[in-house]
């Protein structure tokens, strides 16, 4: 029998319901480095994959996503965000 308490406490989706732990598990057991950044260019999450590309500390949650960069990248990063806001 399924625990109501428990299931209030799960992310519901279309296809079922998994809770936070689950969802992070899932998101770092994936091969690849998956970073949010949301519509106002803060940096909001990302996986602890391993053998990460490009190291990253939680401090960077909450910044622009611009500040994690060189600024001689800057106008790269603009030019992506740009094209994904596009879409």
Known sequence: MVDKG????NV?????NLTK???EAILNA????ISFVDTEDTVRYFNKT???IFPRAKAVIGRKVQQCHPPKSVHIVN???DDLKKK
């Not at 428990?6 to 406490?9: F, G, M, P, S």
């Not at 994936?30 to 480095?33: A, E, N, R």
């Open 6 to 9: 428990k299931l209030e406490k």
């Open 12 to 16: 519901n989706f279309e296809t079922g």
């Open 21 to 23: 732990e689950e969802i």
């Open 30 to 33: 994936l091969p690849v480095d």
């Open 50 to 52: 391993e053998g990460r």
């Open 79 to 81: 030019l992506l965000l």
